[in-house]
């Protein structure tokens, strides 16, 4: 009777395990689309995420192709950095997916940071400032440390001779890497994406 416990034990917990992320996941997905199809009142459920998806791609194309547009945007972003009150928000969202997505993005280059001696510790980063000396911190370097599990992390600064390029992972493998605190196999995940190309 106890083995018998013991096994359905066993494997309740084996279906959390396989089962969890997929449940996470399907729930994240399903509230997500959720909110944006809310944003829409008064059309089926359903089509307000579809409205406000063309609408964002909509807006990017006219700010990305369109001169007028654009000009437009920039003009209005510019009157909202002058604007008290207001230009610490704009500005401090806009900066920060600008870090992430576009052309200025600027976790794009993954660092390894000694962040102790001895016992020597080593904790990967991404390098936002290459000089701050003109903060009057010379030979300083500013390294964004992402949290595990979390949008969040932190900034340090340290002298640029703790700091050494990443050269076994790219950008996006190196966020993967820290954000889930190293349980990734960056080795694994390179060799099965070698053997879907192959074939």
Known sequence: MRRLAAILFRS???GLL??????????????????????VPYVPR??????IVFFVTFVGYLGTRLFLGRWLFDAFGHVLERTPGVKFIYSSV???????VGDKKRFNRP????????????RIGFL???D???LGMVNKVAVYLPHSYAISGWVIIV???????????TAGEAMKFAVSGGVTNIEEDSHDIKTKIEL
Not at 24 to 35: G, K, M
Not at 46 to 51: D, Q, R, Y
Not at 111 to 121: A, K, L
Not at 159 to 169: A, D, F, G, L, N
């Open 12 to 14: 309740f917990l084996q």
């Open 18 to 39: 396989l089962l969890s992320p997929i449940a996470i996941t399907a729930y994240v997905l399903y509230a997500v689309f959720d909110r944006i199809d809310s944003l």
């Open 46 to 51: 359903g089509l307000g995420f579809f409205i």
């Open 94 to 100: 806009r900066d920060m997916i600008g870090s992430f």
């Open 111 to 122: 660092v390894w940071v000694c962040t102790n001696i001895n016992p020597e510790m080593w």
């Open 128 to 130: 936002t400032q290459r």
């Open 132 to 134: 701050m000396s003109h």
């Open 159 to 169: 002298e640029s001779k703790y700091v050494k390029p990443v050269t076994k992972m």
